[in-house]
């Protein structure tokens, strides 16, 4: 009989620790949450042979900013910045970049989940070459491969 209120008290201080650490785990990184406040800076990579997707980003509380380049091989390189939302964890935000000698700009939206960050898919391309996603959050597609998050220079 001395057993069972012992392996109770020992199932309980088990079950508080390994709660309390789970939660401390859930606070520490600001990307992997749900970003409401306050600010946090993230740098995402993508490289599949020679080419290559950088994604720099400062949010300040919903707002974000960064810079952002896609350097895909034989191609002009597309290099510029970003500005626009951040809402449960999806960023809509439109690209300013300078390709072939011109300026241009177009919306592109991404996910961030668990230090990734998924681009999403257009739905389709308007008539004017510009991408254009659905206002539906949950009926986004992302691309199946994420940037991984990195350490910012």
Same mark, same amino acid.
């Given at each position: ?25 859930k606070n520490t990184d600001s990307l992997k949450t749900? @970003? ?12 599949? $042979? ?15 900013? $960064? ?33 072939? $000698? ?6 592109? @939206? ?10 999403? @898919? ?6 004017? $070459? ?24």
């Amino acid at each position: 009989m001395k057993t069972l209120p012992l392996f109770l008290l020992l199932a309980a201080v088990v079950t508080s620790c390994s709660q309390s650490g789970s939660q401390a785990n859930k606070n520490t990184d600001s990307l992997k949450t749900d @970003v409401t406040s306050g600010s946090s800076d993230g740098c995402f990579l993508k490289t599949n $042979g020679k080419d290559s997707v950088l994604l720099q980003l400062h949010i300040q509380d919903t707002s974000i900013s $960064g810079d952002l380049s896609y350097r895909y091989f034989e191609k002009d390189k597309n290099t510029g910045t970003i500005s626009g939302s951040i809402r449960n964890n999806i960023i809509h935000a439109q690209y300013a970049f300078m390709s072939e $000698g011109i300026q241009s700009t177009r919306p592109v @939206v991404f996910k961030l989940q668990d230090d990734k960050a998924y681009e999403a @898919v257009p739905d389709s391309i308007n008539p004017e $070459g510009i991408p254009v996603f659905t206002d539906n959050d949950a009926a986004l597609k992302f691309d199946v491969e994420p940037l991984s998050k990195i350490s910012c220079k």
